[in-house]
Every structure is written in C-alpha cells, then in structure tokens.
T-cell receptor
C-alpha cells in the first residue's frame, strides 16, 4: 500500500459531462502529481501541486483543472468530456518538489470511461 | 528532443530465466533515472533509482539496473524471473536541470512470464 488514496476507482459517464477525481496524498507528502495513462499516449504528466500551489504544468487540456486544498488533498476536474478522455488517471505524491525527494508514490488510479 | 525510450513493448521469458529490459534516454546531460513496476490494477511502484555514483544500482524484488553513459542507457535486469514478476515496467527520467523535477515516463514494457 503506497498510502496514496484515489476515489472513485471507476467512473462511467457520458460525453459532455463533468467529473471530479479525488486524491489524498501519503501522510507527510506535500507534492501531488496527476498523470493520465492511455494505451495510445502512455503515461502523460498533467499537473503538479506543492503545498497548495501549482508548480508545474504538463499536457493538461484547458477542459481540465485541478487544485490542492489546505489539507493537501487534491481534486482533478474534467469537463466537457470526450470519448478520448477515457483513461486511467493516477495521482502520485512526494515529500517535496525536488528530485532528491523522490520517489513518487502512486495511487491505484481512477479508471474513467466516457460513453 | 529530450526523450526516454523503451524499445520493447512486450518481453516473454520463462520462469527462472534471466531478464533484461532496455531503456534509453536522450538528454544533453545525464538525467536522474528510475524504474517503476505496475502490477495489474495497481499504481506504479519504484524499483530503483540512479542519481550518481556507482553505476550498478540494486533495487527491490531482486532487480538491478546498470547506467551506461556511453550508451545513454539504464537497463533493468534480474537473474531469475518469478511468475509474480509479470507486470508492466516503466523507465522514467528527470531532467538534471530546469527546476521542475517532473518524471517523464517511457511507454512501458509488458513482461510475460511462462511457467
């Protein structure tokens, strides 16, 4: 058990809808990362937060947004969903923001299916 | 362009046989290097990492990896594979500078173990 909790485990929704994925980082970890895993794109970095502030942005669509709350949990919001958004979404956490604070600890992911 | 490549999409080995999974990177300077494993339905788990120093790195579950600067490679090895090693393996790199410290993952290698 990595200590990172993601909910829900599975999500099935229709195109055009909006969903929220939730992540609780490992106790003591200040950084949260979101990744999208799909068969055609592999594991793609979306966004990172550190202690409530956005630190780095990757290939995140404008329809997607995230935030990290004072209790350090994070939410990833996906709106105007398209079929191509179907993927496994991972949250990971680490103690700090530097590489010496690696490794990343991954949750088990949320599998999103858009129909 | 900076990248990390895992040339083999699938690798099939017999239980008890040795294993080598390949990882090549393309960066101006030596990045920080990692191997992660993803079992079915699970998140990614760190096997080992290389920052500097001894080029042969020992990890968990009997895995090791060797950094070869001349070949820009960081191959993962195990002398005797167990059926429980069947999983997806990801090589990841963190650029040595720039401040973002965000791991970039290869496309993964799926390991199949025959009894």
């Amino acid at each position: 058990d990595s200590g990172v909790t993601q909910t829900p485990k599975h999500l099935i929704t229709a195109t055009g809808q909006r969903v929220t994925l939730r992540c609780s980082p490992r106790s003591g970890d200040l950084s949260v990362y979101w990744y999208q895993q799909s068969l055609d794109q592999g594991l793609q970095f979306l966004i990172q937060y550190y202690n409530g502030e956005e630190r780095a942005k990757g290939n995140i669509l404008e329809r997607f947004s995230a935030q990290q709350f004072p209790d350090l949990h994070s939410e990833l919001n996906l709106s105007s969903l398209e079929l191509g958004d179907s993927a496994l979404y991972f949250c990971a956490s680490s103690v700090g923001r530097g590489v010496n604070n690696s490794p990343l600890h991954f949750g088990n992911g949320t599998r999103l299916t858009v129909t | 362009a900076q990248s990390v490549t895992q040339p083999d999409i699938h690798i099939t080995v017999s239980e008890g046989a040795s294993l080598e999974l390949r990882c090549n990177y393309s960066y101006g300077a030596t990045p920080y290097l990692f191997w992660y494993v993803q079992s079915p339905g699970q998140g990614l788990q760190l096997l080992l990492k290389y920052f500097s120093g001894d080029t042969l790195v020992q990890g968990i579950k009997g895995f090791e990896a060797e950094f070869k600067r001349s070949q820009s490679s960081f191959n993962l090895r195990k002398p005797s594979v167990h059926w429980s090693d069947a999983a997806e393996y990801f090589c990841a790199v963190v650029p040595p500078s720039g401040g973002s410290y965000i791991p970039t993952f290869g496309r993964g290698t799926s390991l199949i173990v025959h009894p």
